[in-house]
């Protein structure tokens, strides 16, 4: 045991926030956050458990089948043993099989647009390095959008310029000060706000303690009385609709609106477009059918006097709506987006001070204001000289095209074609966990004619490989990052805690030397000639330049870096009385939007006139395929919410497993109601199935979810049982929900789209094996 005198802290960060990791510079021993926010962020305690897993890739690893015949391989991806390599060995493979599916088949072929939560640093990027690589060796085909927003990225353009989710929000100071209500809708930002794309500054938890303490109107619009709700108590009002009717719900506060004169004629008329196509339906002058709160009861489960009642709200006070992201990742999610837009429209408070919409602030702390900043810059997946992307595929279609090359599809308004893909590289993601429907991911990824991928740990993703390399964790390299992605609040070294364990090694130089191979040369092409840590000088130097231009001065590279310190950037009082929208609203012809009109479009003739019956050209209710208006006799709807213990898949193996998991699976949350009509008791062990699969979970009775509704976090790595029936024995969500985009115009992820039947499970005892390497020989 390491005497406790050599024991000390290095700087880094996470996704979860900048941290202090206690070492000998040989173990990791402990970590803890960085910051001083008062609100505990568990995420940031695990560092010992992602170096030290068990579960660690720790040698080349290539599938038993693949390695005696790689031009015709046998057995089975996920089935089949496991023999280590060298590292020669692995990537003289990979290099002969890239080029020979290269030449034959050209750069289409080949996808390596993984997709994923990558490390967090600005060199260390596994995607982009990837990308980096292929565009050297000729190009290859990448993704379009994420799992995240999918939906939402490609409507928001059209309705209001730009894609709103990944944007600044209205100061919090401002919200604070003039929002007189707080709607929060399909959001949990006690969950999502301890993570960003870079690391999180940390900040939003504390501005949502200051609302909890301000006396203002708090609602919450969700099936699931969640984290959030249960934080700020007696405080906040949980009103819970039927899953996936939002569009229903807020159909019926507008048609209140409208039959109460409470609209705003003035502003609609000012600064929107389309409003009467949009009212004709509205009122029912198009189909028959009045949108009222009385129709839209029937169908979001929600009263009719209540539905009367937030509308009378939301038009008395000044509103401010976040919405979150959950309720677009389903079937039609562009409707919800679009239509949370048009009732701030018709409020007439876009662009106020503390009024209007949000689509960021239970992410990455949208609203903490950005600061005076030296921002870095970071590597890129294109390089001097290279091919990047021939072709993209919506990420979240990636089984559709592996299951039909050539087949056709409509796309955003154009007409497309899948590529035909035989060679798959995935880095910094675990699809297998944040794709839908499981199953039939599995029946598709057999069909490549190679897979690589590249990780620190034996996910899912990594035993359906036919080559594994074993990836550095983000602790044994050296990275910069910024926290905050809104804010740019602190600059931050990712310090190396401890040397990469076994034999894994960094991204970085995998693919560096497979450019040497492809080409004489392609080493210094690939590395431009730097090291790793003259790239992360190259990137401070770069923020050292930018903040000049704001009055911000860095010390020398070399000075920061021997420090061990963050930096905090400078405020900046500008950004704390930021107003979305505000310049548009006050003079809509000197400021217009990115729009066709250069206003915010109600109705869009662009999407109208390309005919998608799954998104026409204002908002509207469609019904999905899977809800509860539609459920077979004792059918649940199933809820995919995000953990609070980990990020998406990050994590699952640790030991924050102890904090929710019960009968060592995945919690499942079940009314009571459901619970007793089918005999579970808490702490059960119960199964969950329908046509596309079943898994194993454990049982949580709570009143704190709308009865006919069970929610499954996502992220529990697969864990299929052969000897089973191929039931899961981890609770992964994805093995029941159904893989279908959200539209033809955006194509996201729909997975909060499912139906499944739940019963207390009375099979075997099935050991979970999850967390396990797979057999080698």
């Known amino acids: 045991m390491a005497n406790s005198s050599s024991r000390y802290s290095v700087l880094t960060a996470a996704h979860w926030g900048p941290m202090l990791v206690e070492t000998d510079g040989e173990t990791v021993f402990s970590s803890r956050g960085a910051l001083a926010t008062g609100m505990e962020n568990s995420l940031q305690s695990a560092v010992r458990d992602q170096v030290h897993s068990n579960t660690r890739v720790r040698f080349p690893m290539v599938r038993k089948g693949f390695l005696a015949s790689p031009e015709n391989p046998q057995g089975i991806r996920g089935q089949d043993e496991f023999v280590r390599v060298s590292w020669d060995e692995a990537l003289d493979l990979i290099h002969q099989q890239h080029k020979r599916i290269r030449e034959a088949y050209g750069p289409a072929s080949i996808f390596a647009g993984s997709y994923g939560w990558r490390s967090n640093g600005v060199l260390h990027k596994a995607s982009t390095l990837l990308q980096r690589y292929m565009a050297l060796a000729g190009g290859y085909t990448g993704h379009l959008g994420d799992y995240s927003t999918g939906a939402a990225q490609a409507i928001m353009p059209y309705v209001v310029g730009g894609s709103e989710v990944y944007q600044q929000q209205t100061s919090w100071p401002l919200v604070l000060e003039h929002s007189d209500v707080v709607v929060l809708w399909s959001a949990n930002p006690l969950n999502t706000l301890k993570i960003a794309w870079n690391a999180s500054d940390e900040q939003g938890l504390s501005y949502f303690s200051a609302l909890r303490d301000s006396g203002k109107k708090l609602i919450c619009i969700d099936p699931m009385r969640s984290e959030t709700v249960d934080f700020f108590g007696d405080k906040m009002e949980w009103v819970a609709p039927h899953m996936g009717t939002d569009v229903a719900l807020m159909l019926g506060i507008a048609h209140t609106l409208v039959e109460n004169g409470w609209h705003d004629e003035a502003f609609l008329a000012r600064c929107t477009t389309g409003y009467a196509v949009f ?53 039609f999610g562009e409707q919800k987006h679009w239509m949370i837009v048009t009732l701030a429209a018709m409020l007439g408070q876009i662009g106020t001070p503390g009024g209007g919409f949000g689509l960021s602030y239970h992410f990455a702390n949208g609203g903490n204001p950005t600061r005076r900043s030296a921002v870095l810059s970071s590597m890129q997946g294109s390089l001097p000289g ?4 021939v072709d993209k595929i919506p990420v979240a279609r990636i089984v559709e095209a592996l299951e039909n090359p050539g087949g056709a599809y409509q796309h955003n308004g154009m007409n497309r074609h899948f590529p035909d893909i035989r060679f798959i590289w995935w880095a910094g993601g675990a699809n297998f966990t944040h794709h839908q429907d499981t199953n039939r991911l599995i029946r598709a990824w057999q069909k490549p004619e190679l897979v690589v991928i590249s990780e620190c740990f034996w996910t899912a993703a990594a035993k359906h490989a036919d080559i594994v390399l074993p990836a550095t964790t983000s602790f044994e390299r050296n990275d910069l990052t910024m926290t905050g992605d809104y804010s740019n609040q602190h600059l931050v070294p990712m310090k190396q805690v401890v040397p990469p364990r076994y034999e894994a090694r960094n991204d970085f130089d995998v693919f560096a030397e497979l450019s040497e191979r492809w080409e004489k040369g392609g080493y210094a092409r690939f590395t431009e000639g730097k090291s790793q840590l003259q790239w992360l000088e190259t990137f401070y130097n770069v923020a050292r330049q930018r903040g000049a231009s704001q009055q911000v001065e860095l010390p020398p590279f070399a000075e920061f870096w021997q420090a061990n310190q963050l930096i905090e950037m400078p405020e900046n009082p500008d950004s704390e009385r930021f107003i979305r929208f505000a310049d548009f609203c006050r003079d809509p012809l000197a400021h217009p939007l990115k729009t066709a009109s250069g206003k915010i479009e109600i109705f869009s003739q662009r999407i109208a006139d390309y005919g998608y019956p799954d998104c026409p050209g204002h908002p509207m209710w469609l019904e999905p395929d899977e809800w509860q208006g539609n459920a077979e006799p004792e059918q649940l709807q199933v809820l995919s919410a995000h953990p609070a213990h ?26 009571p109601d459901d619970a007793q009509a089918r005999g579970i008791q808490d702490g059960d062990t119960v199964r969950l199935w329908n046509a596309r699969g079943q898994i194993l979970a454990g049982a949580v009775i709570s009143e704190g979810i709308k009865p006919g509704v069970i929610c499954i976090h996502e992220g529990a790595w697969p864990d299929l049982d052969l ?27 729909a997975g909060n789209t499912a139906l499944a039947w739940l019963e207390k499970y009375n099979g075997p005892e099935l050991t979970l094996t999850a967390f396990e390497p797979p057999a080698s020989s």
């Not at 029937?298 to 976040?322: D, P, S, W, Y």
């Not at 290279?386 to 992307?389: T, V």
Request: proline residues 2%; hydrophobic residues 40%; contains cysteine.
């Open 386 to 389: 290279g091919c990047d992307a």
């Open 646 to 671: 980990r990020l998406h898949s990050q994590l699952n193996y640790s030991s924050l497993r102890e904090l929710y998991a019960v009968a060592n699976r995945e919690p499942v949350t079940i009314h």
């Open 279 to 331: 009212a004709s339906y509205l009122l029912g002058e198009s189909d028959g059918i009045a949108k009222n709160a009385e129709w839209a009861a029937e169908i979001c489960g929600v009263g009719a006097a209540k539905i009367r009642e937030l509308a009378a709200i939301f038009h008395q006070n000044t509103t401010m709506l976040m919405a979150g992201w959950g309720m677009q990742r389903q079937q």
């Open 723 to 749: 000897t089973a029936d191929g039931i899961c024995k981890n609770g992964a969500v994805n093995v029941l929900t159904k893989d279908l985009p959200s539209s033809r115009l955006g194509n996201g992820c």
